[in-house]
C-alpha cells in the first residue's frame, strides 16, 4: 500500500519567499504533528513565523479559516488517493479494503489533522471549498460502492472475493455506512480502545481487513440467530 507522505506534505502552489500565508500553513502542520489543536493561536504562529500579528488576518479572516482551509486541501487529497487506489485495484472488495486502511492509518498518524478534517470546525457547511472538497471525496467513495469501475461480479457459484455492488438506488446509503464504519474504526484505533498487537501498522490493516470482510461477504448477515427474535 502506497504510505502516508510525511507531513507538512508538499506544497499545492509555488512557494516564494516571503509567502507568509504559506509560512502559516505549514508551522500549522508542524505544530499539529506533535502539539494538540488546542495549543495553535494567532500570536503562536504569527510569533514562529515572525510577523506581527495583525499581519495574520492580511490573509486569513480567523485561526478556524486557516483550519478549513488545511482541512479542505487534506479532503482533496484523500480525494486523489481514493482514485490512485480504485485505479490499482483488481475489484471493489479490494478497493474497499485499501480505501479504509488508508483513511484509518492516517487518523492514527495525524491524530490532530483528522480532528480538523472531520469535527473540529465549527460551520464548515458555510464554507463552500470546504464543502465542495468534502462532496468531491464521498462522491469517490460513492463511486467505489456503485462498482462501476470494476468488471461485473463472477456468476454466484464462482469464486471470487469480490462482493456484488448495490443497487444504484442504494448506493449513497451505502456509501454513508462505509463512511459511517470508517470514521468510527478510525476514532476507536487512534484512541486506543482497540487490542493492537506488536506492529502496530500490519495489526491495524489486518484489523480493518477483517472488519471489511464481514461486511462485504455478508457474514453478519448470514449467521443463524441463535435466540427468537421478538417482534
Known amino acids: 500500500m502506497k504510505q502516508t507522505p510525511s507531513w507538512p506534505r508538499p ?7 516571503g509567502n507568509v500565508a504559506e509560512d ?4 500549522t502542520l508542524r505544530i499539529l504533528q ?9 500570536r503562536r504562529l504569527t510569533r ?3 510577523v506581527a500579528p495583525a499581519n495574520f488576518y492580511n490573509h486569513y479572516a480567523s485561526l478556524n479559516m486557516l483550519l478549513v482551509e488545511i482541512a479542505a486541501d487534506c479532503l482533496d487529497e484523500f480525494s486523489e488517493v481514493i482514485g490512485h487506489i ?9 478497493a474497499l479494503k ?41 462522491n469517490r467513495l460513492r463511486d467505489l460502492v456503485e462498482a462501476d469501475v470494476f468488471p461485473p461480479p463472477q456468476p454466484v457459484d464462482a469464486p471470487s472475493d469480490t462482493a456484488a455492488a448495490p443497487m444504484p438506488d442504494d448506493a449513497t446509503h451505502v456509501g454513508h455506512c462505509i ?3 470508517s470514521h468510527g474504526l478510525a476514532g476507536m484505533i487512534a484512541q486506543n480502545l482497540v487490542a493492537l498487537e506488536q506492529g502496530r501498522e500490519d495489526s491495524i490493516r489486518t484489523f480493518v481487513e477483517r472488519t471489511i470482510d464481514l461486511f462485504t461477504h455478508n457474514r453478519l448477515t448470514q449467521q443463524p440467530a441463535s435466540y427468537p427474535i421478538k417482534v
Open 179 to 181: 463512511f459511517a464504519m
Open 24 to 27: 502559516l500553513r505549514l508551522t
Open 48 to 50: 514562529e513565523v515572525r
Open 98 to 138: 485499501r480505501t479504509i486502511t488508508h483513511y484509518v492509518e492516517f487518523a492514527c498518524r495525524h491524530t490532530q489533522l483528522y480532528r480538523v478534517m472531520f469535527g473540529y470546525l465549527s460551520d464548515t457547511a458555510q464554507h463552500p471549498r470546504y464543502c465542495r472538497a468534502a462532496q468531491r471525496t464521498f
Open 86 to 94: 480504485v485505479h490499482r485495484s483488481t475489484n471493489r472488495h479490494d
Open 34 to 42: 506533535t502539539e494538540r489543536l488546542e495549543d495553535l493561536s494567532v
Open 11 to 17: 506544497m499545492p502552489r509555488p512557494y516564494h519567499k
